[in-house]
C-alpha cells in the first residue's frame, strides 16, 4: 500500500489495558562464538491484574513486517513494516548509528529493546510495561540457579549441538517422558527446531516456562536470588 498500513486494532476496549501488565520475555542467541545478538525467542508474558491469571504469546521469529508507530524512527525509516524478520530489530538498531541514537532513551536499557517494544506493542495494539533480555548462557546459569525443572516430552526431540563451555553435556536426543532438566539441557530443548519447525520451538519453550512457573517456588527463587539476579 503506497500510503502505508493502518494503525493495527485488537479490537480490545482501551479502558482493559490497565487490568493488564505485559512483561517482554526474549531470549537473544548471543553466546560464546558469535558475533551478535537476535532475539530469536520473543513471548509477551501478560497477567490480569485482577485475577493473577497469566498468558504467554509467542511471536514468531520470523515474523515479517513488523509495524511500528508511522512518525517514529522506525516507522519512518520503514513506512510499510520492517523489512527483515523481527529478530533483526534488535541488531539493527543496536549497530546503526542514527537508530541507536533515537531509541537511546531510557538509562541503562539497549536501545534495540526500546525499539523491539515499541515495534510489537504497536503491532499488537497494546502496551508493554517490563522486559527481561537473556542470552543463552545466562539462560543455563539462571535454569541451574533454580534448581533445574522436569518437562513432559511427548515425543523424541532431536538436540542440537551443546554451547560452548557448557557445564554438562546432553544425549542427542531426549523424550518422550518426563526428563529432569538442568539449564545446558533446558536450553537444547529450548532451541531445538530441526526435527519439526519454529512453531514447535515456540510451543516447546512455553512448555518449559510453564514447568518452570507450577515448579519453582518464591522460596527457591530468594534462596537462590544472586545466582537469579546476576544471569539477568
Given at each position: 500500500?503506497?500510503?502505508?498500513?493502518?494503525?493495527?486494532?485488537?479490537?480490545?476496549?482501551?479502558?482493559?489495558?490497565?487490568?493488564v501488565v505485559?512483561?517482554?520475555?526474549?531470549?537473544?542467541?548471543?553466546?560464546?562464538?558469535?558475533?551478535?545478538?537476535?532475539?530469536?525467542?520473543?513471548i509477551l508474558?501478560?497477567?490480569?491484574?485482577?485475577?493473577?491469571?497469566?498468558?504467554?504469546?509467542?511471536?514468531?521469529?520470523?515474523?515479517?513486517?513488523?509495524?511500528?508507530?508511522?512518525?517514529?524512527?522506525?516507522?519512518?525509516?520503514?513506512?510499510?513494516?520492517?523489512?527483515?524478520?523481527?529478530?533483526?530489530?534488535?541488531?539493527?538498531?543496536?549497530?546503526?548509528?542514527?537508530?541507536?541514537?533515537?531509541?537511546?532513551?531510557?538509562?541503562?536499557?539497549?536501545?534495540?529493546?526500546?525499539?523491539?517494544?515499541?515495534?510489537?506493542?504497536?503491532?499488537?495494539?497494546?502496551?508493554?510495561?517490563?522486559?527481561?533480555?537473556?542470552?543463552?548462557?545466562?539462560?543455563?546459569?539462571?535454569?541451574?540457579?533454580?534448581?533445574?525443572?522436569?518437562?513432559?516430552?511427548?515425543?523424541?526431540?532431536?538436540?542440537?549441538?551443546?554451547?560452548?563451555?557448557?557445564?554438562?553435556?546432553?544425549?542427542?536426543?531426549?523424550?518422550?517422558?518426563?526428563?529432569?532438566?538442568?539449564?545446558?539441557?533446558a536450553l537444547?530443548?529450548?532451541?531445538?527446531?530441526?526435527?519439526?519447525?519454529?512453531?514447535?520451538?515456540?510451543?516447546?519453550?512455553?512448555?518449559?516456562?510453564?514447568?518452570?512457573?507450577?515448579?519453582?517456588?518464591?522460596?527457591?527463587?530468594?534462596?537462590?536470588?544472586?545466582?537469579?539476579?546476576?544471569?539477568?
Amino acid at each position: 500500500d503506497p500510503a502505508g498500513p493502518g494503525r493495527p486494532s485488537s479490537g480490545i476496549d482501551p479502558a482493559l489495558h490497565d487490568e493488564v501488565v505485559n512483561i517482554l520475555l526474549l531470549g537473544g542467541d548471543a553466546g560464546p562464538g558469535r558475533w551478535s545478538l537476535r532475539t530469536d525467542t520473543m513471548i509477551l508474558f501478560s497477567i490480569h491484574r485482577p485475577t493473577g491469571r497469566a498468558a504467554l504469546i509467542s511471536v514468531p521469529r520470523n515474523l515479517t513486517r513488523l509495524l511500528f508507530p508511522p512518525t517514529s524512527t522506525m516507522g519512518v525509516t520503514y513506512p510499510n513494516g520492517f523489512t527483515d524478520l523481527a529478530n533483526a530489530v534488535y541488531p539493527i538498531v543496536q549497530t546503526r548509528s542514527e537508530l541507536r541514537r533515537a531509541y537511546d532513551v531510557l538509562p541503562d536499557i539497549d536501545p534495540g529493546v526500546v525499539a523491539l517494544a515499541e515495534g510489537l506493542g504497536y503491532s499488537l495494539d497494546t502496551s508493554i510495561d517490563d522486559f527481561v533480555l537473556i542470552d543463552m548462557r545466562a539462560f543455563v546459569t539462571l535454569v541451574d540457579a533454580v534448581g533445574g525443572v522436569t518437562v513432559d516430552v511427548p515425543k523424541a526431540v532431536p538436540m542440537p549441538g551443546n554451547i560452548p563451555g557448557a557445564p554438562t553435556q546432553y544425549p542427542d536426543t531426549i523424550g518422550p517422558g518426563l526428563i529432569p532438566m538442568d539449564g545446558s539441557t533446558a536450553l537444547g530443548y529450548a532451541r531445538s527446531r530441526t526435527g519439526d519447525s519454529d512453531y514447535h520451538r515456540a510451543a516447546r519453550q512455553r512448555a518449559l516456562l510453564s514447568a518452570l512457573a507450577t515448579q519453582v517456588s518464591a522460596g527457591d527463587v530468594l534462596g537462590s536470588y544472586s545466582s537469579v539476579a546476576s544471569a539477568l
